[in-house]
């Protein structure tokens, strides 16, 4: 597009139980931007889902921002801003609760890497609205004043992610008629089931097959109807023609997206350890598994500067069998959320990921078998041996026997179950997808009824 500007506008925390989605605020912008406007926008990429720190206190329900990037023809760019604006005022008017705090922010003429670091800050740590505003405003990232909710953090991180460089997967959202909202969704389990098995690994977390569940339809009233997650936008039409739907679709959206990417696994040392930070910890299991009431697994891990609590929780099974069958000296990198400190635990890594490294020799101390009977000895007090419970045999210097125990653990990595992990997750299904080159242009990327 000749004599054109650059431009980039990300959308936050429209979500409500209402029923607001800040993706089917997005989608209802972009209908406005193509159909009624004649201003004329070039998509210089898919609409970008954009999920941050799940470990936020804060966060939305899957706390994902949306940024699109465009070109319009110069003079055009105020246009595009009032209409973000008005058509987020309207949304939010309509879908309005205590609980959202709608953002916006714009990025004129390119050069979306200077909100990279902003963009890291937020996908691994804690961001404050005065951290990011400062940020802003240091870089020239327009707020409208009229869409300055908290949700501003989120879009203006979001304006730096998916740089060059960095691994993505895409989502197809379809969204509901509004006669639809609020009921039960119409989507058949069994073509779902069928979808995953054809079209696995090129796609990925649409269907548990543990608890024989279809993950692709969210709960609740909203405008969703369905996200099916793959590796790349042909497979994604392919899936939704497979399932089976009887209700009519109002319009769908192929997003480029980092979840599924482990984006947020940065390596970091115990010592560094805040609440609600995500973390990679490469370290030394230094105490034997416990499990505590509800069938969570904890056990501590150590590194260079110091020892930590890890617990993988009940829903997270069968991540928590291989939980149960570390051992002291095991080698491993957990990676999951800080949870603060409560009256009854520790801080504690809330973990959704393990890679075993090396295994430590399992080793147990028995007691002797009766030299006489061949009964297991007992012992006799504290220096004096041990004596044999069946024929009152005793031994005063002998000693326990070391006992090498085979390990039932394999070195590999090991994940929650997508239904309890989070997006941004990678599962075991995606190792080997992995993409570093930038995507193609935007192909059939949209439909609207």
């Known amino acids: 597009m000749s004599d054109a500007v ?64 465009l070109s319009v023809p110069r003079g055009r760019e105020k246009d595009l801003v009032e209409l973000a604006v008005q058509t987020s005022i309207e949304y939010s008017s309509a879908f309005k609760s205590r609980t959202s705090s709608p953002g916006l922010a714009v990025l004129m003429g390119g050069k979306a890497e200077r909100m990279r670091p902003l963009y890291l800050k937020a996908l691994t740590d804690v961001v404050t609205p005065d951290i990011a505003i400062r940020y802003a405003e240091k870089h020239s990232i327009l707020i409208p004043k009229e869409v300055r909710g908290r949700g501003v953090i989120g879009a203006l991180a979001a304006l730096g992610g998916l740089i060059s460089g960095e691994d993505y997967t895409y989502e197809l959202l379809a969204y509901r008629v509004p006669d639809m909202w609020g009921e039960p969704r119409r989507i058949s389990g069994g073509s779902v089931r069928r979808m995953a098995l054809a079209t696995e690994p090129l ?24 996200g099916i997650r793959g590796n790349y936008p042909w497979i994604l ?10 209700e009519p679709i109002d319009a769908w959206i192929i997003y480029r997206s980092n979840q599924g990417t482990d984006a947020h696994c940065i390596l970091r040392k115990l010592s560094e350890l805040r609440p609600y930070q995500t973390a990679c910890i490469r370290g030394v ?60 635990e520790p ?36 220096g004096k041996g041990f004596k044999c419970p069946k024929c009152g045999y005793r031994v005063k210097n002998a000693s326990k026997i070391a006992v090498r125990i085979p390990r039932r653990l394999k070195l590999g990595v ?35 009824s």
């Not at 959308?11 to 159909?35: A, M």
């Not at 796609?203 to 369905?226: C, H």
């Not at 230094?286 to 499990?291: A, D």
């Not at 504690?348 to 297991?376: D, F, Q, S, W």
Request: aromatic fraction near 8%; proline fraction near 11%.
């Open 6 to 69: 650059e431009i980039h506008v990300a959308f936050d925390d429209h979500d409500s139980p209402r029923g607001g989605c800040t993706t089917h605020l997005v989608s209802l912008f972009i209908y406005i931007l193509l159909k009624e406007t004649s201003i004329n926008p070039l998509f210089l990429d898919y609409p970008l889902l954009i999920r941050l720190n799940p470990g936020v206190p804060w966060k939305t329900r899957g706390n994902g921002a949306v940024v699109l990037r």
């Open 203 to 226: 796609t990925f977390s649409n269907y548990d097959f543990i608890k024989e569940k279809p993950l692709i339809a969210p709960r609740g009233p909203d405008p969703v109807l369905l």
């Open 237 to 246: 039409r392919k899936s939704l023609e497979m399932l089976e739907i009887e």
């Open 285 to 344: 299991v230094s105490g034997k598994p416990r499990i505590i009431r509800g069938g969570h697994v904890c056990f501590n891990i150590k590194d260079q500067g110091g020892e930590h609590q890890a617990c993988i929780y009940e829903p997270a099974k069968p991540l928590t069998l291989i939980g149960e069958k570390l051992w002291p000296g095991d080698e491993i990198i957990v990676q999951g959320v800080v949870r603060p400190p409560s009256l009854h």
């Open 347 to 382: 801080q504690t890594i809330n973990v959704e990921k393990i890679e075993v490294l090396k295994l430590a020799p399992k080793i147990v101390y028995r007691n002797p078998t009766c030299p006489r009977c061949g009964h297991t000895m007992k012992s006799a007090g504290r």
């Open 414 to 448: 090991f994940t929650a179950p997508p239904r309890a992990s989070g997006h941004l997750l990678k599962p075991l299904s995606r190792i080997g997808w992995e993409k570093k080159r930038p995507p193609p242009p935007p192909e059939k990327w949209f439909y609207y």
